[in-house]
């Protein structure tokens, strides 16, 4: 395990297939949140999956772009696997879903501003009713759709500008979500911009999230495959993986 960054900001990370991931937890990734949102400058965080550290290994454009983020989290039980072959024993995956969760919770508390972009029309605000339901207080104060041709991003970036976030979560999928994030902060000018996948989809009741008996098991992504069967290209990501985890010399 390498430890990187500056003295206020040392970051405990590990390497998969040339991948960098933080190894923190929960409570340590919202805690780092809280730094960024004290601090003055735009900051990335990416939550990293088997199928992200796939397209991040054999896209260099996308590597460089995880490499340049301020924070990666362990996402998925393939990836905490692939954690404790390199010593970080890590107890819990730290997902979009669940950062939005507890950022919203966080909201609810500090009053501070989230902006969600991402998924079909009317999917965002629908996730924001019911996220302002579970916590109320929780300061939304703007959502938008996220199907706009790329040649679009600084347009939705200035219309996003005037409602101040604070915090951006962007639900667009990856590695589109990074793009835009990283393409468009210095417009935005929100501290924290996180890529949340289908977040907004679970939280509108669009998608169910599995019973607990599926995530006790860490087989959600089974639950989903059962759900939508259009996602067997992204399972079948899941042995490649773990092929080239097996293969990587320590
Ligand atoms: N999406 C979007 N704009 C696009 C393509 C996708 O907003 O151009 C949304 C899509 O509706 C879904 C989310 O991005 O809500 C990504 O979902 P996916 O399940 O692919 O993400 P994952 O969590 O698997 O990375």
């Not at 590695?175 to 911009?193: C, D, M, N, Y």
Request: hydrophobic share 45%; charged share 25%; glycine share 8%.
């Amino acid at each position: 395990m390498a430890t990187t960054g500056l003295a206020a900001e040392t970051r405990a990370c590990i390497r998969i297939l040339g991948v960098p991931i933080d190894c923190v937890t929960m409570d340590q990734t919202l805690a780092k949140l809280e730094t960024f949102l004290a601090a003055d400058q735009p900051r990335l965080v990416v939550t990293a999956d088997a199928t992200a550290i796939v397209i991040a290994h054999e896209d260099a454009g996308f590597r460089q772009l995880i490499e340049s983020a301020d924070l990666v989290t362990p996402d998925g039980i393939g990836v905490l696997w692939a954690a404790k072959r390199r010593g970080c024993m890590l107890t819990e995956r730290v997902s979009g879903v669940d950062i939005v969760d507890r950022v919203c919770q966080l909201s609810a508390d500090r009053g501070f501003r989230i902006y969600l972009l991402g998924a079909g029309q009317g999917v965002a605000e629908l996730a924001a009713e019911k996220l302002r339901l579970k916590y109320p207080g929780c300061n939304i104060v703007g959502t938008r759709n996220g199907y706009f041709p790329s040649e679009s991003d600084e347009v939705v970036a200035r219309e996003i500008a005037v409602f101040r976030p604070d915090v951006l979560f962007v639900a667009m999928g990856m590695p589109r979500q990074e793009q835009f994030i990283r393409s468009t902060e210095h417009l935005i000018g929100a501290k924290v911009a996180i890529g949340v996948g289908g977040s907004f989809d679970v939280y509108s009741g669009k998608t169910k999230r599995a019973p607990q008996t599926f995530q006790k098991l860490r087989l959600e992504w089974l639950w989903r495959l059962m759900l939508n069967p259009s996602k067997i290209s992204k399972v079948k990501m899941l042995p490649k993986f773990v092929m080239l985890v097996l293969r990587e010399k320590h």
